[in-house]
């Protein structure tokens, strides 16, 4: 089993920064790979990020790709979400989740979610 907590989330003007954390807890952080995902309201659950335990390399979705970097601190069971130049439209609820499967894109191959943490992009 794997708790995942996030947090860093809050209200920010257009153009502005957050940092998201993802704290992990339970089973072996390092054997699993990330991932981000986001609902805004009215919407789908879509895929913002993820990165790979072994080696780092990370994907993102073409909506925030060059805004929000991923990263992980496998000695603090931490996972970040840099998001820079945010826009309204990435107002949603931000959560991190963990997989041992493909294709990251896809929620359905994570096994453990966090509780979401809101983030809210005024314009």
């Known amino acids: 089993q794997v708790q995942l907590v996030e947090s860093g989330g809050g209200l920010v003007q257009a153009g502005g920064s957050l940092r998201l954390s993802c704290a992990a807890s339970?089973?072996?952080?390092?054997?699993?790979?990330m991932g981000w995902f986001r609902r805004a309201p009215g919407k789908e659950r879509e895929f913002v990020a993820a990165?790979?335990?072994?080696?780092?390399?990370?994907l993102y979705a073409d909506s925030v790709k060059g805004r929000f970097t991923i990263s992980r601190d496998n000695a603090k069971n931490t996972v970040y979400l840099q998001m820079n130049s945010l826009k309204p439209e990435d107002t949603a609820v931000y959560y991190c989740?963990?997989?041992?499967?493909?294709?990251?894109?896809?929620?359905?191959?994570?096994?453990?979610w966090g509780q979401g943490t809101q983030v809210t992009v005024s314009s």
């Open positions: 989740a963990a997989t041992r499967s493909r294709p990251y894109i896809s929620s359905a191959v994570y096994s453990y």
């Open positions: 990165i790979r335990w072994s080696d780092g390399s990370t």
């Open positions: 339970g089973r072996t952080f390092s054997n699993y790979d």
